[in-house]
């Protein structure tokens, strides 16, 4: 292995762990919602994945053309809202 290999390798190493440690901190830090995902890893919250799992919920009880409704996306933004 040559030398620029080896600090290219090195540096791209070194990245990752910056970059592991920064979602870390982003994930542990104070006053931020959480969450506990079924394996126990612990994420950060994403109101994006929640309105969809919402949407969907909705879309399982009012049927296929509630896809199209103004009523069910507003319903959705206020809950999310909420959070």
């Known amino acids: 292995m040559s ?6 390798e090195e540096r791209t190493n070194l990245q990752a ?3 592991k ?3 870390e901190l982003a994930v542990n ?7 506990i995902k079924r394996n126990a890893k612990i994420v950060s919250f994403e109101v994006d994945k ?7 919920a909705f879309l399982a009880i009012e049927s296929g053309n509630a896809a199209a409704s103004d009523r ?6 206020r809950i999310a809202d909420d959070i």
């Open 3 to 8: 030398l620029n290999e080896t600090a290219t």
């Open 17 to 19: 762990s910056q970059q």
């Open 21 to 23: 440690q920064a979602n």
């Open 29 to 35: 830090a104070p006053g931020k919602i959480r969450v």
């Open 50 to 56: 929640i309105k969809v799992a919402i949407t969907k």
């Open 72 to 77: 069910i996306h507003e319903k959705v933004n």
